[in-house]
């Protein structure tokens, strides 16, 4: 099966960098996502990686290693608007399931 | 503007009473999905569809049941069988590339 962690909260302060990191197992690794989902609303998409490498889009970069089961979510200029969750999904070959993480809760502090 | 549309925004019924999510898209996706949402939880699969006439059960199944007789809708009905079915339920969808996955507005759903 899949298995993705993500730590739960995490606090900046506004005009910092942060870094939110997921880890993950599993088998036919397919692509890598980051969603943002302010509170009560849709999960809206932030950033995709199927290679290894960094993804730089504006304020956003995310960063995957497939050896290691790792990504990261990096933040630049935090804005108090960043204050939300950030999900962490992936998709493996063969099947056409997304599965999330549980998110990080992201205080952004003026 | 293409994209998904979940109806109704809130929705509130009587424990007991089976009640049905709707969910359009005019994306033109192969596959169509269903998550619920409880508070402070990340986002776990209910069930999902391929293409049209197809579905498979995600992990929360139990509960609900799907119909995928059109490539734009994908209706979810919980049932009375459904033991906390108060929670926050997302429609998604995605292209046969499965690439970037789009979700609806969500419903709200409350039974009291």
């Known amino acids: 099966g899949q298995n993705i962690d993500q730590p739960t909260e995490m606090t900046a302060t506004e005009g910092a960098i942060v870094q939110i990191n997921c880890t993950y197992q599993t088998s036919g690794f397919n692509g890598l996502f980051w969603y943002q989902q302010h509170a009560g609303e849709a999960p809206t998409f932030l950033s995709y990686n199927v290679l290894d490498g960094l993804e730089e889009k504006g304020r956003f970069s995310s960063f995957l290693s497939r050896s290691k089961g790792y990504s990261y979510l990096l933040l630049k200029e935090l804005q108090m608007k960043d204050s939300a969750s950030y999900l962490c999904a992936l998709t493996t070959s063969g099947t056409y399931k997304y599965i999330f993480g549980t998110g990080t809760r992201l205080k952004v502090l003026a | 503007d293409g994209g998904i549309t979940q109806s109704p925004k809130y929705l509130f019924r009587k424990e007991g009473q089976n009640v049905t999510l709707s969910c359009e898209q005019n994306?033109?996706?192969?596959?169509m999905y269903w998550y619920r949402q409880d508070p402070g939880q990340g986002l776990r699969l209910i069930y999902y569809?391929?293409?049209?006439?197809?579905?498979q059960k995600g992990d929360i199944a139990e509960g609900y049941s799907v119909s995928r007789e059109k490539k734009e809708s994908f209706p979810l009905t919980v049932t009375s069988a459904q033991k906390n079915p108060t929670a926050f339920y997302l429609c998604?969808?995605?292209?046969?590339?499965?690439?970037?996955?789009?979700f609806g507005q969500g419903t709200r759903l409350t039974v009291v």
């Open positions: 994306l033109n996706h192969d596959a």
């Open positions: 569809s391929q293409i049209v006439n197809d579905f």
């Open positions: 998604a969808s995605s292209g046969r590339d499965r690439g970037i996955i789009v």
